[in-house]
């Protein structure tokens, strides 16, 4: 049977790279064609791999020396400590540069992207705008300049932008752009090509879904959430995206049923005329946004006709962008090599091996724990390469445990997930063991997030952003009059939002970022070794505070005379103690895991999950061990 699915969790690597190849156009080359470097025929520069005067790109470096499948990870520093003295101050200023600049010119460019895509939401959209020539283009128009491309535009493109531009003349953003700010832009607008088409692959299946469960809902209101669950799943949504649909044995429906539920999906249906997956999503994104505008007009038509008084109706769907939302806040910019040699003025260097030893001139690598820079070259021997980009602004499973072993060898921490509490701990074994745990709001209060909030929000009540933002018109809507009020809202206010969302809110996002690095580390430190919260020997300034105890306990026994009296005593947890030569277990439950995004009001979630990616990260250091008991 085939199953039609677009889910972000059913992405195998040889789904991943069917996805991949869709994206690509094959170029046959033909045999007739003359190279410009080395005369040869086959190919037309030394960029192709046929040339013997080719040199090898950053990808095909890294392939050679760790494998196609190799692993990125990033390392996040403060701007002045990764820095050499000699460039700080000028690479500073021509950062701030250029993230000003991709940020005026990428708001304005959304601005009116967004509202062509909900012009023509009931038609195709045209496949360029989730490339990343179309997005520098459309800088241009905002820059009010001369389109270099004109091809990578639609035909009526240009008339809707004269239009839009006669209603809102704020809309151009006139700059001339420093050597290096162009390159940081075109760096941009390849993150936001892929932005917008991530926000049609990878929603697309939870957003019809959702509708179809409403639908489904709205249809027999007396059925229990999990069959209609599956009925949308096996069902609603196959039939809908034209795959195998079948009906659900487990769930007894009458053909009458069954025929209202079909009709009620046809309406969605007929905007679609092929099989959906996701290499034809991946393909054409802009070709299922009309099922977005229509899924998102019939929400707003049942918020229109909603009653707060009828307790009858189900609650209203929650509405959605069809286009992500632009943003006042300060971009990172990406620092390539093209980018890097224009902001110190010196000369583009070829070959990978060149462009490493640019970059360590100008960053110390030190502070990313590399002594010398051969531990970076491309030698065959290295298993860590540099990826020659700045961006500024697994594992085992034990089985067999006795529990004999589990006494001498290891020191048993058994794991309750909970949400009020990210983990409340019983360690050791028997009726004597200590309990550890750490609750949702101390975990909030590590990351410095609470604190910050609180600061942002006295900012906004002070600098008057708070009535802005809460008189902020809605984007959820597939209405281009609805959109133009949001534009020309935005427009109005954007000086104020752009000085308050400055250079200063991107120190205090990379100090919560900071917070939130510190935090999951703190909790597995309370986890395993006790940290100052149980063990008193960690705290600071402990002589003192034992002291101070030691004589209120004197002045006590002077004043009082105690009378003991034998009772029944209720089970408390044993103070801290801990044996450094026991391996510590951490066992888990699997109660609370995947849902992290399941909200419940009045609590917070979504940190369960980051202590499991803690602990993970935490087992490759071979610290301790872990088992996690699945529930049956």
């Not at 460039?87 to 005026?104: C, F, G, M, P």
Request: proline share 4%.
């Amino acid at each position: 049977m085939m199953v039609i699915g677009a889910s972000k969790k059913r992405q195998t690597s040889a789904i991943k790279n069917v996805k991949r190849e869709a994206k690509r156009q094959k170029v046959i080359a033909d045999p007739n064609v003359r190279c410009i470097n080395c005369k040869g025929t086959g190919h037309k520069t030394s960029r192709s791999p046929d040339c013997p005067r080719h040199i090898l790109s950053k990808l095909e470096v890294m392939n050679q020396n760790l494998g196609t499948g190799f692993q990125s990870f990033t390392r996040k520093l403060p701007f002045g400590t990764c820095v050499k003295e000699r460039y700080r101050s000028v690479l500073k200023d021509r950062i701030l540069s250029a993230s000003e600049d991709v940020r005026q010119l990428l708001f304005r460019a959304q601005m009116f992207v967004n509202y062509f895509i909900i012009l023509h939401s009931n038609e195709n959209i045209p496949g360029c705008i989730y490339r990343q020539p179309f997005w520098y283009s459309i800088c241009q128009l905002v820059n009010n300049r001369r389109v270099t491309n004109s091809n990578v535009l639609p035909p009526s493109m240009l008339d809707d932008w004269n239009n839009f531009r006669r209603q809102h003349p704020t809309i151009l953003y006139k700059v001339d752009l420093a050597s290096g700010n162009s390159q940081c832009l075109s760096e941009a607008c390849v993150q936001v090509s892929v932005t917008y088409s991530n926000a049609v692959v990878k929603t697309f299946e939870q957003r019809v879904m959702s509708y179809l469960y409403y639908l489904v809902q709205n249809i027999y209101m007396s059925m229990k959430p999990d069959q209609v669950k599956l009925i949308v799943k096996e069902y609603c949504y196959q039939y809908v995206c034209r795959g195998e649909p079948k009906w659900p044995a487990s769930v007894a429906l009458s053909d009458d049923l069954k025929l209202r539920i079909r009709n009620g999906c046809d309406s969605l249906r007929n905007h679609t005329t092929e099989s959906i997956s996701l290499k034809s999503l991946s393909v054409s994104p802009g070709n299922y946004i009309h099922c977005f505008s229509y899924i998102l007009s019939a929400y707003e038509e049942e918020h229109g006709n909603h009653s707060p008084f009828d307790v009858r109706r189900l609650p209203l769907p929650r509405s959605f962008s069809i286009s992500p939302k632009p943003s006042c806040r300060c971009r990172f910019v990406n620092v390539s090599i093209n980018a890097l040699a224009c902001f110190v003025k010196e000369s583009l260097p070829r070959g990978y091996e060149n462009q490493l030893q640019m970059f360590h001139r100008v960053f110390d690598f030190t502070k990313l724990r590399f002594k010398d820079i051969s531990q970076l070259r491309a030698d065959g021997e290295n298993t860590v390469l540099f990826n020659n980009l700045v961006r500024s602004d697994g594992f085992a499973t034990l089985e067999d445990f006795t529990y004999e072993e589990v006494e001498g060898v290891y020191r048993p921490a058994f794991i309750d997930p909970r949400r009020k509490a990210v983990f409340t701990a019983a360690v050791g074994l028997g009726d004597d063991n200590q309990i550890r745990r750490c609750s949702t709001k101390e975990y909030y209060d590590l990351t410095g997030s609470t604190k910050y909030s609180i600061k942002l929000q006295r900012l906004k009540d002070e600098r008057g952003i708070t009535p802005i933002e809460t008189d902020m018109p809605t984007t959820k809507t597939c209405q281009a009059t609805v959109y133009l009020t949001y534009t020309t809202y935005m427009l109005l206010h954007r000086h104020t939002l752009f000085d308050f969302y400055g250079f200063q809110r991107a120190k205090d996002r990379f100090f919560l970022y900071q917070g939130r690095q510190k935090a999951s580390q703190t909790m597995v430190n309370m986890l395993v070794n006790g940290s100052s919260n149980y063990d008193r020997k960690q705290r600071n300034r402990h002589r003192k505070k034992r002291k101070r105890r030691f004589m209120r306990r004197q002045n006590k026994n002077k004043k009082k005379i105690h009378i003991t009296t034998i009772a029944k005593r209720k089970w408390k947890p044993s103070k801290f103690q801990q044996d450094k030569a026991k391996i510590p277990l951490i066992v888990f439950g699997a109660g609370m895991f995947g849902k992290d995004l399941v909200k419940l009001k009045g609590n917070q979630c979504g940190v369960t999950g980051i202590l499991w990616r803690a602990l993970k990260n935490e087992k490759k250091k071979e610290i301790f061990w872990w088992l996690q008991l699945m529930n049956s």
